[in-house]
């Protein structure tokens, strides 16, 4: 059996601002943006510019009960992690689009990480493994 995670849903509150995010700050390739009529909604979804793995569907929350799950989907836990070939590189950059770190850089034995938060609050991780690591980039 070969299977594998194609998309995970991060609940946004409207699309433009989160494709700006997502797209113009952090760098991501956005891979559709396309209106569904019959659900009046998009289906859009991003990956990080290069990646080859799972990508992000940026769906709008469209019921009340959704809403406060906006920037809280893990319960204020880390949720995503981007890893990187270049964390300096890409650490640097970010700084200077005015993301917030909310941990600063830390060497561990897998890797260089630091934790930011996304226009709504979601904790993401950005790591670069450390060289031999099995997941390494």
Known sequence: MRQSITHIALVVRDYDEAIAFYCGVLGFDLLEDTYQPEQDKRWVV???KGGQGASIVLAR???????PFVGNQTGGRVFLFLNTDDFSRDYQRLMAEGVEFVREPKTMDYGTVAVF???YGNLWDLLQLA?????AV
Request: net charge negative.
């Open 46 to 48: 991003v990956r990080p």
């Open 117 to 119: 938060r996304d226009l």
């Open 131 to 135: 060289d031999g690591h099995p997941a």
């Open 61 to 67: 929350a469209s019921k009340p009960e959704q809403e």
